[in-house]
């Protein structure tokens, strides 16, 4: 089976910086994925890691290392508005290829 | 900035009851997919479908279940006879020739009485 592995819950202060770790163990690797979902909404795309090293987006970034199978995602500057699920997303081949998904981190930021 | 859409919103019906869930992906877009997402719980890939046809399915898309792409927009899903776990979030995606993600629609959340 495929596993991918992430904290269930977190809880972090308004301005702070926080990572969302995830780790996978897959039968394949083809590029790794990070969505934010607040509750009752669609997951919406946030980073994409495909080669090791950090990829930077604004007050988000996201890190991979293949060898470990090992990611995380870092948020900055921490607002109310992050309080969501971050999902972690793995694309077995290449192509046409759906996304294996985490359950998710339940990040909770308080004032 | 062009998104994918879904219909309807929500719907409820009943235990043996078909159901049809919308989909128009974003124009361009080549490959398409459904997820559904039960309360509470992870994400979980049903099926993709590139140049009409059925790509890749999960073990949950099974003979209840099936896609069509029934004109230029629109991409449904169809599960002939619900039954109550099949009571989830389902959400449609579609992409480019994939280099990065997919983009997903708001969901249809679907409640099976």
């Known amino acids: 089976g495929q596993n991918i592995d992430q904290p269930t819950e977190m809880t972090a202060t308004e301005g702070a910086i926080v990572q969302i770790n995830c780790t996978y163990q897959?039968?394949?690797?083809?590029?790794l994925f990070w969505y934010q979902q607040h509750a009752g909404e669609a997951p919406t795309f946030l980073s994409y890691n495909v080669l090791d090293g950090l990829e930077e987006k604004g007050r988000f970034s996201s890190f991979l290392s293949r060898s470990k199978g090992y990611s995380y995602l870092l948020l900055k500057e921490l607002q109310m508005k992050d309080s969501a699920s971050y999902l972690c997303?793995?694309?077995?081949?290449?192509?046409?290829?759906?996304?294996?998904f985490g359950k998710g981190t339940r990040l909770s930021v308080i004032a | 900035e062009p998104e994918v859409t879904q219909t309807p919103s929500h719907q409820v019906t009943q235990m043996g009851q078909e159901v049809i869930l919308r989909c128009v992906p974003i124009?361009?877009?080549?490959?398409f997919y459904w997820y559904r997402q039960i309360l509470g719980q992870k994400v979980e890939f049903l099926v993709s479908f590139y140049n009409n046809e059925i790509s890749e399915k999960s073990e949950i898309f099974d003979d209840q279940f099936s896609v069509e792409r029934p004109d230029g927009s629109n991409f449904t899903l169809k599960i002939r006879s619900t039954k109550l776990e099949d009571s989830a979030m389902y959400f449609c995606a579609s992409s480019e020739p994939p280099t990065e993600s997919g983009f997903f629609g708001p969901g249809t959340r679907l409640t099976v009485l």
């Open positions: 124009s361009n877009h080549l490959y």
């Open positions: 897959t039968s394949g690797f083809n590029g």
């Open positions: 997303a793995v694309r077995l081949n290449s192509g046409n290829t759906p996304l294996v």
